[in-house]
């Protein structure tokens, strides 16, 4: 099962107000209990590897 997050924080490279969308899938079984971050975007640079990063585990 799919979901989506919307994010508002700051960018780390100049602390401009950004908005990140991320989509996780939920862990389902115990050897993935965790979610698992299957997109990013970000409303500025959606291929920004800094800010996807914050939300990987």
């Given amino acids: 099962m799919e ?3 919307i994010f508002e924080t700051r960018c ?5 107000k950004v908005k990140h969308t991320v989509t996780f899938t939920q862990g389902s079984c115990s050897r993935y209990p ?3 971050l299957t997109s990013f975007v970000c409303n500025r640079n959606s291929s ?7 939300y990987r585990d």
Wanted: hydrophobic fraction near 15%; charge should be negative; charged fraction near 35%.
């Fill in 48 to 54: 920004c590897s800094k800010c996807a990063e914050n």
């Fill in 3 to 5: 979901y989506t997050k």
């Fill in 34 to 36: 965790e979610d698992i």
């Fill in 12 to 16: 780390p490279v100049d602390s401009s």
